[in-house]
C-alpha cells in the first residue's frame, strides 16, 4: 500500500457517513482521484475543516491498486478559496472547470493540466465584479484547450478556406467552424454573426474584451460545444447553470 | 429474495450503513419480541404516512402549518434560514432564538445539479413580503452554504431593502455541519450574527 504525497485540488466534497466526507480531488502527480477523509466531520477533526471545494493542498493519501476509493491521511492546506462563493457565476465557473477536470482527465501526472485549474481558479477569485463573467468563460475555454479540445476557430473545418471577418457556423459536434460554402449538416450548431464570432474568439484565446463587444450569447456557445463535442453521452450537471439567467 | 435479506438491503440503503452494519441491525431485529419490531416498523410507516414538508416554512411535521408557525409566541419578524429541517433542531437545542425558521431543502451546488429553482426560495420570497424585519442567513459555513448566503442576499434586497439581512457569525466550524455544532456554539454564532 504505497503512501503517496502530491499537491491536489478539492474538486468536490460529499458526506459519507456522519462522521467522514468523500473528496474528489485533482491530484497534480496521479490525475482525479476519489479519496475518504475520515473522521472529517468531527469538531476536531485533524483536516480541521479544511475539507472543501476549490482548496488546494498537499495530499498524503494511500493509494490502492485496483480501488477506487483511497484513505486520505492528511491534507496540509496552501490556499482555500471559500470566497468563490461570494457570487453565482464565479461559483458556477469554478464548478464547471472542476466537472471538467474531474470527467476528462486522465488518471495520471500532468503538470499543465493541475497548473490550469489553479489559474482558472485563481482568476475567478481574483477578477473585478464587472468582469467575472468573462473571466469565467475565458478561464472554462482555457480547461477545454488544456484538455485537447481546442475548438477550430479560424479556418473552416470541412474545406479548410480561412475564416476572416465574415460570420460562419459553429458546428459543435464537428468541434469548429464551417463557412458559408459548405454544406451544412443537421449536426447541432449556430450561425455566429461577425460580431458574435469576433467575441468568441478572444474569449477563447483568453483575451480582454472591449465594451463595444457583446457576450450575451456566449455562455450558450460554450455550454453547447462542451455538451455536443467533449460530453458526447454524458451530461454535466454545471452545465445548466451556464445560462443567462443563473449567470447574469 | 427472503425476508431476511431483504431486510439487510433496506438497511444498507441508508447513509452511512454498510454491509456488516445492515447485518447486525438485522440480526437484532430479530432476537427482539415481535411486538417491539412492530413498533418500529410502525413509527417508519407513520412518519411515511403523515410527515410532510409544512407549506409555510418547508419544515417537516406531522402538522400543517408546523408548530414552529402556529406557535404565537415566536416573533414573525424575524425569519432564519436554513439548509435542511434537522439543522432547526441543532438551533432550538441551543435555546437563544425564538423567530420562525424557513427550511430551502438544499444548498446551490452546480456540481450537484442544484441550483436556485431546486431550492424552496419562492416561497421564501412571498413570506418576506410580508412582516419580516430581518432575516438571519444560518446556511452552513461551506463554500456551498456562502454561495447559497450571497445569492439570498441579492435576492431579498430586490424584493425589499428594508428587511435587515444578518449571517450567523464564524465560529462554526468551517466545513462544518450546523447539525454537529454544539448549542453554546450556535448561540454565540447567533448573537454575534451580523449584517451582510
Ligand atoms: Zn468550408
Ligand atoms: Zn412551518
Known amino acids: 500500500m504505497p503512501i503517496v504525497s502530491t499537491r491536489s485540488v478539492i474538486l468536490q466534497t460529499y458526506r459519507y457517513s456522519d462522521t467522514s466526507k468523500i473528496l474528489r480531488l485533482m491530484t497534480r502527480d496521479h490525475g482525479p482521484r476519489s479519496a475518504i477523509a ?26 490502492k491498486d485496483n480501488r477506487d476509493l483511497h484513505t486520505l491521511s492528511e491534507f496540509e492546506l496552501i490556499r482555500d478559496r471559500q470566497r468563490l462563493g461570494v457570487d453565482l457565476p464565479r461559483f458556477t465557473g469554478a464548478s464547471l472547470a472542476c466537472e471538467l477536470v474531474m470527467r476528462l482527465a486522465p488518471e495520471e501526472r500532468d503538470d499543465r493540466l493541475y497548473r490550469t485549474l489553479l489559474n482558472a481558479l485563481d482568476a475567478l477569485l481574483e477578477a473585478d465584479q464587472g468582469q467575472v463573467e468573462q473571466v469565467a468563460l475565458s478561464a472554462v475555454w482555457r480547461v477545454v484547450r488544456t484538455l485537447g479540445f481546442t475548438p477550430e476557430l479560424a479556418a473552416c473545418v470541412s474545406c479548410g478556406r480561412v475564416l476572416e471577418e465574415d460570420g460562419a457556423r459553429f458546428d459543435f459536434s464537428a468541434g469548429g467552424l464551417v463557412c458559408g460554402h459548405c454544406p451544412r449538416g443537421d449536426s447541432p450548431g449556430r450561425w455566429l454573426e461577425p460580431g458574435e464570432l469576433r467575441t468568441l474568439r478572444r474569449l477563447e484565446a483568453g483575451r480582454p474584451l472591449d465594451a463595444s463587444l457583446d457576450s450575451g450569447t456566449q455562455p450558450g456557445l460554450l455550454r453547447d460545444f462542451i455538451r455536443y463535442h467533449l460530453a458526447e453521452g454524458t451530461s454535466l450537471r454545471s452545465l445548466e447553470f451556464l445560462d443567462p439567467r443563473a449567470f447574469g | 429474495m427472503s425476508a431476511i435479506d431483504d431486510l439487510m438491503q ?10 456488516k452494519t445492515a447485518r447486525r441491525l438485522t440480526y437484532y431485529l430479530l432476537k427482539q419480541p415481535p411486538g417491539d419490531v412492530r413498533q418500529l416498523a410502525g413509527a417508519v410507516e407513520r412518519v411515511a404516512d403523515e ?5 409555510n416554512c418547508g419544515n417537516l411535521s406531522d402538522e400543517d402549518p408546523c408548530g414552529y408557525c402556529r406557535d404565537d409566541r415566536r416573533d414573525p419578524s424575524v425569519v432564519c434560514v436554513v439548509e435542511e429541517a434537522s439543522d432547526i433542531a441543532a438551533i432550538e437545542k441551543s435555546g437563544h432564538y425564538d423567530g420562525l425558521y424557513h427550511v ?4 446551490l451546488s452546480p456540481l450537484d445539479g442544484v441550483g ?12 418576506l413580503r410580508d412582516e419580516v424585519e430581518e432575516m438571519i442567513i444560518a446556511t452552513n459555513p461551506s463554500v ?5 448566503a450571497t445569492y439570498l442576499q441579492k435576492l431579498v434586497d430586490q424584493i425589499d431593502e428594508e428587511i435587515q439581512i444578518t449571517r450567523l ?23 454575534g450574527r451580523r449584517e451582510m
Open chain 2, 10 to 19: 433496506e438497511f444498507g440503503r441508508l447513509p452511512g450503513i454498510g454491509k
Open chain 1, 38 to 63: 475520515k473522521g472529517a466531520l468531527r469538531p476536531k477533526s485533524k483536516f480541521g475543516g479544511v475539507l472543501e471545494p476549490f482548496a488546494e493542498g498537499e495530499a498524503t493519501m494511500y493509494l
Open chain 2, 169 to 191: 457569525a464564524r465560529g462554526l466550524p468551517v466545513g462544518g455541519d450546523l447539525e454537529y455544532a454544539d448549542g453554546v456554539t450556535i448561540a454565540e454564532a447567533f448573537s
Open chain 2, 104 to 107: 430551502l431543502g438544499g444548498r
Open chain 2, 51 to 55: 410527515v410532510e414538508a409544512c407549506s
Open chain 2, 116 to 127: 436556485p429553482d431546486d431550492l424552496n426560495v419562492a416561497g421564501l420570497a412571498e413570506r
Open chain 2, 144 to 148: 456551498e452554504g456562502e454561495a447559497t
